[in-house]
């Protein structure tokens, strides 16, 4: 059976990145609980084709694989740095550009970085109701990182960590589940020593 396909994506313009290295520990942390095909990309990989299009007929072949990408994915992990108290607006831009029925029911952690802590919600108020529109399944946990939580690019807040651990929990949780048998009214009574 095909693993998973779990799409990591960050809307940073520019490398090294926190956002990047957010969203990098994230799928990390979902690598060590369960077997993923893990595919990362960034607003980098999509190129300059990206800005430019302004209809999905328009993009550019790097963009249109990014934006095919999270629309094939199985699960997601987005990340945007905060630009002016919400998302950037490139990111922002591969989502006007995503089928708007492609993420229907796909479990989604929400990310962000920002300068300092005074943007943290922008994962809630920013964040959420983009992917409320889509109808994913966006999870509990959120998790926000700014410059004070990194130390030389690598993530370093121990609070921030147990957020991305209880997040990849989340997720991965969804990810197997539905992947174990759904049983039958009569096999859950003989699982469980009810059947006569
Ligand atoms: C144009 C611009 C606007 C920004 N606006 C905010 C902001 O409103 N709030 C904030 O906390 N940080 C703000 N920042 C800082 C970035 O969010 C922060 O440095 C982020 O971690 C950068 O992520 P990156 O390394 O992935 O690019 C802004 C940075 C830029 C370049």
Redesign the pocket.
């Known amino acids: 059976m095909a693993l998973p396909r779990l799409v990591a994506f960050?809307?940073?313009?520019?490398r090294?990145?926190?956002?990047?290295?957010l969203v990098e520990a994230i799928a990390a942390a979902a690598a060590t609980r369960a077997p993923l095909d893990i595919r990362r990309f960034d607003i980098v990989d999509a190129g300059p084709g990206l800005g430019s299009a302004w209809a999905r007929e328009a993009l550019s072949l790097p963009a249109r694989r990014v934006v095919e990408a999270i629309e094939n994915a199985d699960a997601l992990i987005v990340g945007t740095?905060?630009?002016?108290?919400?998302y950037a607006g490139l990111f922002k831009h591969v989502f006007d550009l995503v089928d708007p029925g492609a993420l229907a029911n796909k479990p989604v952690i929400l990310a962000a970085?920002?300068?300092?802590?005074?943007?943290a919600l922008v994962v809630e108020h920013a964040l959420r109701p983009l992917f409320g529109f889509f109808g994913a399944l966006s999870l509990p946990t959120a998790i926000y990182?700014?410059?004070a939580d990194f130390q030389d690019g690598v993530l370093a807040d121990d609070g921030v960590r147990q957020r991305i651990s209880a997040a990849a929990g989340e997720l991965t949780d969804i990810l197997t589940a539905e992947r174990r048998p759904v049983l039958s009214f009569d096999e859950v009574r003989v699982a469980t020593g009810q059947a006569r």
């Open positions: 960050s809307g940073n313009t520019h090294p990145s926190k956002t990047r290295a740095p905060v630009y002016k108290g919400a970085t920002g300068g300092g802590p005074r943007h990182a700014c410059d």
